[in-house]
């Protein structure tokens, strides 16, 4: 493999582009996808992977730590949920248990 070469024209991509001024990747014909990605139909190699790599870092998402009290708590947090606690302290304070 030789490397990368253009396969269309860089003027291809500017038709494809929204008003936030992203390409609209699933509209954008294949060669100029591949041009803008500087890549080819095979792939990357895998010294430009490495270089990708080095550059960009790794494809990941970063880990967030989920508090569960937290979470569970959330549940808690609508209107409905405060109707019914409501509800549960007049039960007490009027002692209509059954209701409670």
Known sequence: MTGYQPLAT???TK???NEAGQIEWAAIPLNAALDKLKTTREGLSGEE????LIE??????P??????LM???GFMWNPLSW??????ILSIILLD????
């Open 15 to 17: 038709n494809y582009v």
């Open 83 to 88: 109707a019914m606690e409501v509800a549960a």
């Open 10 to 12: 860089p003027n291809d």
């Open 49 to 52: 992977a490495e270089r990708r």
């Open 56 to 61: 960009y870092g790794p494809n990941a998402l």
């Open 71 to 73: 979470v569970f708590l």
């Open 63 to 68: 880990k967030v730590e989920v508090n569960r």
């Open 97 to 100: 248990f059954p209701d409670f």
